[in-house]
């Protein structure tokens, strides 16, 4: 059948283009990272082998001396931090994604924060987003999900962990034999059971700690609904 208004194939070239301007990238990139040292040549390769890893091996650029001591200690360890920062932001940014996390407002149940040995990452106990079902460590289907995705983080790293559960003050518990201390506890080991599951090794696994109401945000009311809250810390080794 014939096509009116010109040849099927008209926007053929576009795809060749497209084709052409990958090609001259990927020859850009080549070229750049050839031209590097030996040093960013050997991190590049492990980077490509795994893309997490390669950052948390060793400090990039620090080369020891003659006599045992580092060529330049202060500028190597900038060099460090800013690697490891950039792989911290990487990672934040790529836990943000698969927890699909866009609402940067009160109401977000995720606060992913880079430290200064890793990522603070605090699961919200949100009435919208609940972690576990009230006043108990049964988690719900969100939790699971935030946890699968953690465990995901965590071994793909080969972060070291530690879990801390929250509560809120004021918050009342139908048994008078099971309070915060308790339940903050059970919450924080269902999370760690659901990490190991989900692949972490045990001996990733620091400390497990439950502290009830005793220890609020900085700048909430103590029976601010924030303050149900799940924090994962995730460490570089």
Do not use: C
């Amino acid at each position: 059948m014939s096509q009116k208004g010109g040849s099927a194939h008209g926007g053929s070239w576009k795809v060749a283009y497209a084709d052409f301007m990958t090609a001259m990238m990927a020859l850009f990139m080549v070229l750049w990272i050839t031209a590097q040292d030996k040093d960013i040549l050997l991190e590049t390769s492990k980077y490509f082998k795994q893309p997490f890893n390669a950052l948390t091996g060793r400090p990039v650029g620090v080369l020891p001396g003659k006599d045992g001591s580092g060529q330049g200690d202060e500028k190597n360890r900038e060099k460090a931090s800013a690697a490891n920062l950039a792989f911290l932001n990487a990672m934040a940014s790529e836990l943000n994604r698969m927890l699909n996390v866009n609402d940067v407002s009160q109401e977000s149940p995720v606060d992913v924060e880079v430290t200064s040995d890793g990522l603070k990452v605090t699961l919200y106990d949100h009435s919208k987003h609940p972690l576990f079902d009230n006043n108990s460590a049964n988690i719900t289907p969100w939790g699971k999900f935030a946890l699968q995705s953690l465990a995901w983080i965590i071994e793909r790293n080969g972060l070291r962990v530690v879990i801390d559960g929250h509560a809120a003050a004021g918050t009342v518990m139908p048994n008078k034999e099971y309070g915060l201390w308790d339940l903050t506890a059970d919450r924080a080991n269902m999370a760690r059971r659901l990490l190991e599951r989900y692949a972490v090794s045990p001996d990733k696994i620091e400390r497990v700690s439950g502290y009830a109401d005793t220890r609020p945000l900085p700048n909430a009311p103590a029976n601010s609904q924030s303050n149900q809250r799940l924090t994962v810390s995730l460490l570089l080794n």
